[in-house]
């Protein structure tokens, strides 16, 4: 019989790296490839190569530049500019590592593509539909940026690291002696690596933003900001507001340029609209369920009932309010460890 052949997203990183080999340890006809996102410093696909090479791997180097500017970085501004505080590792994951990549893997016959991500997939036969679980390491689980992977795209996927601890993934790769065993996880965004949005925004659309006034929950006037794209909702640092006590940003107009700020107690509201939806258990929410949420990726889950609406829009009612739930982002909905699926947040209600 012959063997599956699967291309291997390697970024350099040591999750990437042990998947490589527990999927050539599976029995998997392995290709080793790393995208070429954003300019950056050549460690990272000198690592990649570097272990392609330890496990006798061909190895690709994918220019994807121009669809990661188009896809990720250019929406990133738009929504910024909208006033929405976009996610741009789900664009990346949706349209950059498993479309972009699926055809490159298709262009040289391989059947199927694996990435280092914590989570898992399962084949449920009764329904036909595949799942997606969160990963046995809760501390290091991603499933929440991947919760817009497809049908399709799940059939041609493997997560090799979905059963193990970070801990156990870095003793694999010390076990086969791989160059990045100790090398740190990147925390930041790519193409914002010290964490500076607004810098990289001027810097990007080569604009300079209008000041603005920063108003209080009454309306009042009580200050003046750099420019209503340079803050998100439940910000408090970088005001410059001398307030006698805490600020923070409670919400913002685009239209008018002003931006809001209130108290921490303004922050919280129970209920949230969304589009954009993407369910694995079944195609479409067509009655009331209940679910655990989470607003944002460092949000523990929350209990919630979800309801559908018109349009395929859905209704998050969260049972307790939730703090600084922001538009833009995505909220992701869990039956215990599986994920039933997300959405765009595009209204706080």
């Known amino acids: ?21 527990l999927m050539c340890r599976t029995g998997f006809d392995c290709v080793g490839a790393t995208m070429r996102l954003f300019k950056k410093s050549p460690e990272d696909a000198n690592d990649a190569q570097a272990v392609a090479t330890k496990l006798g791997l061909p190895f690709y180097v994918f220019d994807m530049q121009a669809a990661f500017r188009e896809k990720v970085m250019d929406k990133f501004v738009r929504c910024y500019e909208c006033g929405l505080t976009p996610n741009p590792c789900i664009d990346c994951n949706r349209y950059l590592k498993f479309q972009e990549l699926l055809d490159q893997a298709k262009l040289i016959e391989c059947d199927c593509i694996a990435t280092g991500h914590y989570a898992s997939i399962r084949y449920d036969s009764d329904t036909g539909r ?3 679980y969160k990963a046995a390491d809760k501390s290091k689980d991603q499933s929440y940026f991947l919760y817009a992977l497809t049908q399709e795209q799940l059939a041609h996927i493997h997560f090799p690291l979905g059963d193990l601890t970070k801990e156990q993934v870095r003793r694999i790769a010390e076990e086969q002696g791989f160059v990045n065993a100790r090398k740190r996880d990147s925390q930041d965004i790519c193409f914002v690596p010290n964490g500076d949005y607004f810098s990289f925004l001027k810097a990007y659309t080569g604009k300079e933003y209008a000041a603005g006034d920063f108003l209080d929950l009454k309306g009042n006037v009580i200050g003046r900001h750099n420019g209503a794209a340079a803050y998100t909702r439940g910000q408090r ?12 940003v409670c919400g913002k107009d685009m239209e008018k340029n002003t931006v809001t700020v209130g108290s921490n107690d303004a922050l919280f509201s129970s209920k949230l609209r969304a589009n954009d939806w993407n369910f694995f258990p079944f195609q479409t929410l067509t009655e009331p369920m209940r679910v655990l949420a989470k607003a944002r990726s460092r949000m523990a889950e929350q209990p919630a009932t979800v309801y559908p609406e018109e349009n395929r829009f859905v209704r998050v009612e969260f049972d307790e309010p939730q703090r600084a739930i922001t538009t833009g982002q995505a909220v992701v909905l869990y039956d215990g460890d599986q994920v ?5 947040i595009t209204e706080v209600l």
């Open 1 to 21: 019989m012959e063997k599956k052949k699967a291309l291997i997203a390697m970024s350099g990183g040591v999750d990437s790296s042990v998947a490589a080999h």
């Open 237 to 248: 640092k970088g005001l410059g507001l001398a307030m006698g006590e805490p600020v923070y």
């Open 130 to 132: 595949y799942l997606l």
């Open 340 to 344: 039933i699926g997300g959405g765009t």
